[in-house]
């Protein structure tokens, strides 16, 4: 027996609950991890509230994110006393996740825990920051440099937004950082923003081009905001979308793309392929301020997670939240 955070629906409703779970339930995958640490996300506060049909049938174990050692393996990459990773590819969603004492998995999800990280230290980056590396190598792909200006962070209190944040300050990019709480403007100004601005300059109806500013963009939002960040960037500029906290429709106009050169950029995680995954993690080993890192996250055990992902929803948890499958 082991403990888990477990989604059932049935007569009685859905409900995410901490429970007791034993290894035969696990489902199918030729490595078996013992977690240590694992993360909660925005999609795991979707998975545990039922907010959105995330979680695709039942009973299902949430977590998107794990870290922990093999104990384990008929894949040829891995044997016993491995540590290793798992970010995305439909965990949490389609296959038992990472909000667990256990996971078994494919062996092809897996990357090896860098030597730079600890678990912990891995699962505080977790798919947000990992994402957010990813974005801002595809700014870089796309030609934006810090001497060709400001980029823009939206959503810069959340994981992704925070750890894009400490990112691209520490490549010498001037950041400026979207809130809806004036309360984060320290942490913010902490990670490396070089100013923080409202979101309600972005979150509305704007005109199809505005006054240009941003040379990058890094977008979690979607919506309104989306098409505002499009508007303002300047001519030749890249923005990389990999959200839609504010929404999956895009109300904008072909003005920035035709007529500045502008290119939207999406960005995902979930079925990224590896060669890139291990890139990304390798800069993150490189590039990642540790102590940056530890300010960004915050902890919780696994028996405490249910309730956060109402939290989560609200915008009131700020940064990476870490969990400690172990208590």
């Known amino acids: 027996m082991f403990k888990a955070v477990k989604i059932e629906k049935d007569d009685a409703g859905y409900r995410a609950e901490y429970a007791d779970v034993t290894q035969e339930q696990l489902p199918e995958g030729d490595v078996t991890?013992?977690?240590?640490?694992?993360?909660?996300?925005?999609k795991d506060g979707l998975a545990i509230t039922g907010k959105s049909p995330v979680v695709r049938h039942f009973p299902m174990?949430?977590?998107?994110?794990?870290?922990?050692?093999?104990?384990e393996s008929s894949h040829p990459d891995y044997q016993?006393?491995?540590w290793v990773v798992l970010n995305g590819w439909g965990v949490g969603e389609k296959h038992w996740g990472g909000l667990a004492q256990y996971a078994r998995v494919s062996g092809d999800w897996l990357v090896p825990l860098p030597e730079a990280f600890s678990s912990r230290q891995a699962m505080a980056i977790g798919t947000a920051g990992y994402t957010a590396m990813l974005c801002v190598m595809k700014l870089a792909s796309l030609g934006v440099t810090p001497e060709k200006g400001e980029v823009l962070v939206t959503g810069a209190a959340g994981g992704v937004g925070s750890v894009a944040i400490a990112l691209l300050a520490q490549r010498g990019y001037d950041v400026v950082a979207v809130s809806g709480r004036p309360e984060n403007t320290d942490y913010l100004l902490s990670l490396g923003a070089k100013e923080v601005v409202g979101r309600e300059?972005?979150?509305?109806?704007?005109?199809?081009?505005?006054?240009?500013r941003w040379a990058g963009a890094v977008d979690v939002v979607g919506g309104h905001t989306l098409a505002n960040v499009c508007a303002t960037t300047k001519y030749g500029g890249a923005v990389a979308a990999c959200g839609l906290a504010g929404g999956m429709e895009l109300p904008a106009t072909?003005?920035?793309?035709?007529?500045?050169?502008?290119?939207?950029?999406?960005?995902?995680?979930?079925?990224?392929?590896?060669a890139e995954r291990l890139q990304a993690w390798q800069l993150l080993a490189n590039e990642l301020d540790a102590d940056k890192l530890e300010s960004i996250c915050e902890e919780i055990g696994l028996s405490e997670v249910v309730p956060y992902g109402e939290a989560f929803l609200k915008g009131e948890v700020k940064g990476r939240l870490v969990v400690d499958v172990n208590r």
């Open 201 to 212: 300059l972005f979150s509305e109806p704007g005109k199809p081009l505005g006054k240009e």
């Open 254 to 274: 072909v003005a920035p793309f035709i007529l500045r050169g502008v290119t939207l950029a999406g960005v995902d995680s979930v079925m990224c392929p590896k």
């Open 33 to 42: 991890v013992r977690i240590s640490h694992s993360t909660l996300n925005y």
């Open 61 to 71: 174990v949430p977590g998107i994110d794990f870290a922990g050692e093999v104990t």
């Open 80 to 82: 016993a006393g491995d």
